[in-house]
């Protein structure tokens, strides 16, 4: 099955800073990379996605990158603000049952 | 949102006992899923529905049990409560048939086994 790996597990950053927190994955298959947000206590929430025909897509501060040869995809966070302190988790999937895995999560922390 | 509800919340219960965690969409979601949230794991998938009466095992399904009668309901039933089931649960839903436009989660039920 699909193998997804997040890295760093933890990053701590200056407010004003970049951040970017990297993804591999396994399944050549896997077509749609979405990206989570999950503040402390709260519920993890969709805030980028990308799919496997675009190769990088912007939104505000956040972009996502995904390069099919290497089976990698990263977040990027520009001018980092401390609500942007939570966890984030990466996410593949082909689109079958039980095709979508997660990343296990990387704490990020933005200090003021 | 309001659109996808958990409950309970929070609950404590003794090993051996039986526990249902509730799960309610008001979008009549064909796609609904339950992961659980563990420390260095990440979130694991449980069970999931692809519509009512259908339901199947995920990643970790061994001691739960699902059920969908309803489009709008996905209950978890953990049979025999042990305490390596001690974690935060997420129900989730979508609709897209191949999912491409990622879950929406509810607001997760921390279940404590003591």
């Known amino acids: 099955g699909e193998n997804v790996e997040q890295h760093p597990s933890t990053l701590s950053v200056q407010e004003g800073d970049s951040a970017v927190i990297k993804c591999t994955y396994s399944d050549s298959a896997s077509n749609y990379f979405p990206w989570y947000k999950q503040e402390l206590g709260k519920r993890p929430q969709l805030i980028i996605d990308i799919r496997s025909n675009v190769g990088e897509k912007k939104d505000q501060r956040i972009a996502v990158t995904l390069n099919k040869t290497a089976k990698h995809f990263s977040l990027h966070i520009t001018e980092t603000q401390p609500e942007d302190s939570a966890v984030y988790f990466c996410?593949?999937?082909?689109?079958?049952?039980?095709?979508?895995?997660f990343g296990t999560g990387t704490k990020l922390q933005v200090i003021p | 949102d309001a659109g996808i509800t958990q409950s309970p919340r929070y609950k404590i219960t003794e090993t051996g006992r039986q526990v249902t965690l509730m799960c309610h969409q008001t979008w009549s979601h064909s796609y609904m899923f339950w992961y659980r949230q563990d420390l260095g794991h990440g979130l694991r998938l449980i069970y999931y529905?692809?519509?009512?009466?259908?339901?199947d095992k995920g990643e970790v399904p061994d001691g739960y049990v699902v059920s969908r009668s309803k489009t709008e309901n996905f209950p978890l039933t953990l049979e025999s409560a042990t305490r390596s089931q001690t974690s935060v649960y997420f129900c989730?839903?979508?609709?897209?048939?191949?999912?491409?436009?990622?879950?929406?989660f509810g607001s997760g039920t921390r279940l404590t086994v003591v």
């Open positions: 989730a839903s979508t609709n897209v048939r191949d999912r491409a436009y990622g879950y929406t």
């Open positions: 996410a593949a999937d082909s689109g079958g049952y039980q095709k979508v895995t």
């Open positions: 529905s692809a519509a009512a009466d259908i339901t």
